[in-house]
């Protein structure tokens, strides 16, 4: 899903979300653009830590991952890196250095 779907669902009045059974629900996973932190909270008060988030598709494949369970303990997360992939945090100057982005 993307977070424009969890928009969409939470403003469903509660008699709307309430009416389908989806007890058996067990996983749903989010990406494309961030979700707001408001939103996602929102999502996991309702569904439960049922919603995951993996970030970097666009770009090249998934690269981190976050479960409801880290994104709760670390509100506003994108997780970790997935194994095999490397992340580097820049800035818009492009700090760190070439020296130490070449590498």
Do not use: N
Not at 36 to 41: L, R
Not at 55 to 66: A, K, L, M, W, Y
Not at 70 to 84: E, F, S, Y
């Amino acid at each position: 899903m993307v977070s424009i779907m969890f928009i969409r669902l939470l403003k469903l009045s509660d008699e709307v979300r309430r009416k389908p059974d989806v007890s058996s629900l067990e996983f749903v996973v989010h990406a494309s653009a961030p979700c707001p932190a408001p939103v996602k909270q929102t999502m996991i008060d309702w569904r439960g830590p049922v919603t995951h988030e993996y970030c970097g598709s666009t770009e090249t494949s998934p690269v981190t991952f976050c479960t409801a369970d880290d994104w709760l303990a670390h509100r506003g997360t994108v997780g970790r890196a997935l194994p095999g992939v490397e992340v580097m945090v820049i800035d818009a100057t492009g700090w760190p250095p070439s020296a130490v982005r070449d590498r």
